[in-house]
């Protein structure tokens, strides 16, 4: 069955943003916004890999012509992080950010949105996780807003010491798809 592509226009009064699909040309802005949004910064192949295996996945805010943020997510049969010992598809967000300017008007929260309904449709994901610095506010904020709980606090996880916190979100209710915003 052919779906159509995931994309969506929202309006922010004057101005307007897309989500699409990464592309292979998109590669070098995403990275230069990976680098001045988060400490965390991967290698080209670690950006391309995922985009081969999980290109569903792999989205991009556009405005003003150009990508002004990114999700990207793995894939992963592992364990459940709300149902113990409950072996599951997880869609995994490895990184999300958007760039400063244009914070704070809900491209984010399109780009997770979007992000777990392909997750959902296309890959038969049931659950979605993440970590996160327990001192990013915003970040908390966003997923908590999205209907994402902390499941466990993973101690020193990042390189300079500090903890995360795991979050996670069931995407699947009763053998119902549930959208992306609880
Ligand atoms: N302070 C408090 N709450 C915030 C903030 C903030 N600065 N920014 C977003 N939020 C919360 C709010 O609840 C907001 O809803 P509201 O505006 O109606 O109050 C909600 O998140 C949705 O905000 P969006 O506009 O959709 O989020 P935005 O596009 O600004 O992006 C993001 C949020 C990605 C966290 C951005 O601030 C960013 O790029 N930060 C740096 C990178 C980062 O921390 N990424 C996440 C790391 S964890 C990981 O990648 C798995
Ligand atoms: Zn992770």
Redesign the pocket.
């Known amino acids: 069955m052919c779906k159509k592509q995931s994309q969506k226009v929202s309006h922010l009064g004057s101005k307007s943003f897309e989500i699409r699909v990464f592309r292979r040309e998109d590669l070098d802005r995403v990275m230069e916004i990976n680098v001045t949004?988060?400490p965390?910064n991967y290698s080209t192949y670690f950006y391309l890999d995922l985009f081969a295996r999980f290109p569903k996945t792999f989205l991009v805010?556009v405005a003003d012509n150009s990508v002004q943020?990114y999700i990207m997510c793995r894939i992963e049969r592992t364990f459940s992080k709300l149902k113990s010992l409950h072996l599951a598809k997880l869609c995994h967000?490895?990184?999300?950010?958007?760039?400063h300017p244009?914070?704070?008007?809900?491209?984010?929260?399109?780009?997770v949105f979007q992000a777990l309904k392909n997750a959902a449709e296309e890959y038969e994901a049931t659950e979605c996780f993440?970590?996160?610095?327990v001192s990013?506010?915003?970040?908390i904020?966003?997923y908590?807003?999205l209907g994402f709980r902390s499941t466990r606090r993973m101690s020193g996880y990042y390189m300079n010491g500090e903890d995360a916190w795991e979050m996670a979100k069931p995407l699947i209710e009763e053998g119902q798809t549930i959208p992306g915003v609880a």
Do not use: H
């Open positions: 949004c988060l965390e805010a943020g967000i490895v990184s999300i950010a958007v760039v244009y914070r704070r008007r809900g491209l984010a929260t399109d780009l993440l970590e996160v610095r990013n506010d915003p970040a904020n966003l908590s807003k």
